[in-house]
């Protein structure tokens, strides 16, 4: 006789409730994914200073009007909370106190992959497209590129595109914030 095993899926209510009870810590490197507690993989050098310098940059050119958020949880829906490197949220910052944000009130969020790549594309990018995140980026350090994605549907983004170093891109809710490839690779 064959043993079915059973999966919980985990809500985000319960996840919370797993950290206020001390089961998950702040120092627990993990995110819920479609029900699954994922562990993340730690933070290499070139990977925080590519997190570092999105903030910068964007922190610099957008105040007032956008909240760069630094690998901080975003809530998708019941059963995912992922902790992207760097989400644009709607303005004021003070609007996320008691909830982080939600699709609706996400411009780009952007995923730093250097060991990370093919879980970032094949289980992220999908579970933000289905969400409705208007705009995703991946930089690839590896690949020494970044992968821009727009237009989502249920199934995926309309509008893969990737720039190189030497090349430019801009949010696409912010047209006139232009950053060059290099400034973030490096």
Known sequence: MAVQVQR???????????????ILTEDDRVELICGEITEMAPIGSRHANSADGFNELLGEALRGRAVVRVQ?????????????DIVL??????????????????FLVVEVADT??????EVKLPLYAKAGIPEVWIV?????????YRDPTPYGYREPRYRYPGETLSPSAFPDVILKVDDVLA
């Open 140 to 148: 690839d350090l590896v690949g020494h590129r970044i992968e821009t």
């Open 89 to 106: 949220a709607h303005p004021p910052r003070g609007r996320y106190a008691g909830a982080h944000p939600g699709p609706g009130e996400v």
């Open 8 to 22: 919980y899926t985990f809500t985000v209510g319960d996840y919370h409730r797993m950290a206020e009870a001390g």
């Open 116 to 121: 990370t790549l093919q879980f970032d594309r």
């Open 72 to 84: 901080n949880p975003i809530t998708i829906d019941e059963h995912s909370e992922p902790q992207p």
